[in-house]
């Protein structure tokens, strides 16, 4: 089933997973959410690498006395905790060993060692080179105002959809294009992911696993 929405919605996120670019891939324009309030365990602040052991999950801490009281625009992040330093690591051990990670850390690294103040400054600019990396010429604005996902304004509204805790399959495996690629940890060394020794495909992870995995040809995974 070939996907094509006139406009989507979506929240702004941190290294989003796979789905978030297919949405962006088969829209004509994207709306990225900035009035709406701070929600935490969510892809906001959060991304799933594959690790050694499996999936892990990073999140980046933001100032705390502000995530309930702020919209998501001016939640600011704490530099306090050496979570910097520990994505950088977790990053270069998920995927040193992928054909292409060298290649783009170089473009994407220093966006993080840059330390905006805001949350939403350092995903608006992971998302414009992750654009630019993945040869995705879509439309990208932000939201005027806070419109209640109820209000159906857009053809896609995928800020409930896109979630961490959503139980249901991807929106690659609900529109029949999910592909497996080639993972380190799954295809080189299945005993680490899993421990049964046979090789399973982990989908829907960071767009960081794909774009490490495929680099240029990663864009076909999206627009199948």
């Known amino acids: 089933m070939e996907p094509c929405f006139s406009s989507a919605v979506l929240t702004t996120a941190y290294f989003p997973p796979v789905e978030y670019f297919f949405v962006i891939a088969h829209s004509r324009q994207v709306l990225i959410e900035q009035h709406e309030a701070y929600q935490k365990q969510?892809?906001?602040n959060r991304c799933r690498i594959l690790a050694a052991a499996g999936p892990e999950d990073l999140s980046i801490p933001v100032v705390k006395e502000e995530?309930?009281?702020?919209p998501i625009r001016d939640i600011r992040i704490d530099y306090t905790e050496p979570w910097l330093q520990h994505h950088v690591r977790a990053f270069a051990a998920a995927y040193n060993h992928s054909a292409f990670y060298d290649y783009y850390a170089d473009d994407l690294l220093p966006i993080l060692?840059?330390?905006p103040v805001f949350l939403f400054d350092l995903n608006m600019s992971l998302l414009e080179k992750l654009l630019?990396?993945?040869?995705?010429?879509?439309p990208v604005s932000l939201t005027d105002t806070f419109v209640a996902p109820s209000a159906m304004l857009h053809d896609f509204d995928g800020r409930e959809r896109i979630q961490p805790k959503y139980k249901?399959?991807?929106l690659l495996a609900e529109y029949g294009c999910e592909q497996a690629y080639y993972q380190v940890f799954v295809n080189e060394t299945p005993n680490q992911v899993g421990g049964d020794g046979e090789s399973h495909f982990i989908p829907n992870l960071s767009i960081l696993d794909l774009l490490s995995a495929e680099g240029p040809d990663a864009?076909?995974?999206?627009r199948t």
């Open 168 to 170: 249901g399959e991807s």
């Open 219 to 222: 864009a076909s995974f999206l």
């Open 67 to 70: 995530r309930l009281s702020r």
């Open 42 to 44: 969510s892809w906001r």
């Open 113 to 115: 060692e840059s330390k």
């Open 132 to 138: 630019e990396l993945l040869d995705l010429h879509v």
